[in-house]
């Protein structure tokens, strides 16, 4: 039960260096999402995608670019890294949503980055 | 405008004890889907309990409870007989389904500490 698989969990960047955090999921799940959680804010949508070639912005998209060339994989990737975009990152995914049922979101382990 | 509102940013319960949780929410729509997640020390993010917005009877899942009053937009999240493994940060999330991508709205958390 591998479930959603975030790679790496540590990382240390320098300002301005460029890194791609990696997610996937072995659960045929349409919908992939990237979070961003800082202490006092909850988690704050980065970008989301609702099937591979589908990729849209969440509440916080600036310095981040997302692909989804597979249902499987959702990698986000960090242009130009800023202290600013120190944080932990998750990466979900669930299924299509259906109105009224339980489309659970599942989570990945979650990346502690820091940018020096 | 914040969709998501918990208030309590620190809680402390006795053990054995029970407590509750406070969410409130902000939607215009009809058609909605409530979460709570637990997020322990070491980080990983645990789906507890689901509450549909048509659903007429309150959640229940084991020791948890979603206190649901729609016309208050009030998603409360009751713990009965704290232990000590409840110590952790809890969310409480919003699926809204007539948004585009229908992504989760994440509150700021509630720190709960399980005193023995």
């Known amino acids: 039960n591998a479930g959603v698989t975030q790679t790496p969990k540590f990382q240390v960047l320098k300002t301005g260096q460029s890194m791609t955090l990696q997610c996937a999921q072995d659960?045929?799940?349409?919908?992939m999402s990237w979070y961003r959680q800082d202490p006092g804010m909850g988690l704050r949508l980065i970008h989301y995608?609702?099937?591979?070639?589908?990729?849209d912005q969440g509440e916080v998209p600036n310095g981040y670019n997302v692909s989804r060339s597979t249902t499987e994989d959702f990698p986000l990737r960090l242009l130009s890294a800023a202290p600013s975009q120190t944080s932990v990152y998750f990466c979900?995914?669930?299924?299509?949503?259906?109105?009224?049922?339980?489309?659970?979101?599942?989570f990945g382990q979650g990346t502690r980055l820091t940018v020096v | 405008a914040q969709k998501i509102t918990q208030t309590q940013p620190g809680m402390f319960v006795q053990e054995k004890e029970a407590v509750t949780l406070d969410c409130t929410y902000d939607?215009?729509?009809?058609?909605?889907?409530l979460f709570w997640y637990k997020q322990p020390s070491s980080g990983e993010m645990i789906f507890l309990i689901y509450?549909?917005?048509?659903?007429?009877q309150n959640a229940t899942e084991g020791r948890y409870s979603l206190n649901f009053q729609k016309a208050r937009k009030s998603a409360n999240l009751v713990i009965s007989a704290s232990q000590l493994g409840d110590s952790a940060m809890y969310f409480c999330?919003?699926?809204?389904?007539?948004?585009?991508?229908?992504?989760?709205?994440f509150g700021t958390g509630t720190s709960l500490t399980v005193i023995p």
């Open positions: 979900a995914s669930r299924q299509t949503q259906l109105q009224g049922t339980n489309t659970e979101a599942f």
């Open positions: 659960m045929n799940h349409e919908y």
């Open positions: 995608s609702v099937g591979a070639g589908i990729t």
């Open positions: 939607t215009s729509d009809q058609s909605y889907g």
């Open positions: 509450q549909g917005s048509y659903d007429e």
């Open positions: 999330a919003m699926r809204d389904d007539l948004i585009t991508g229908n992504q989760f709205y």
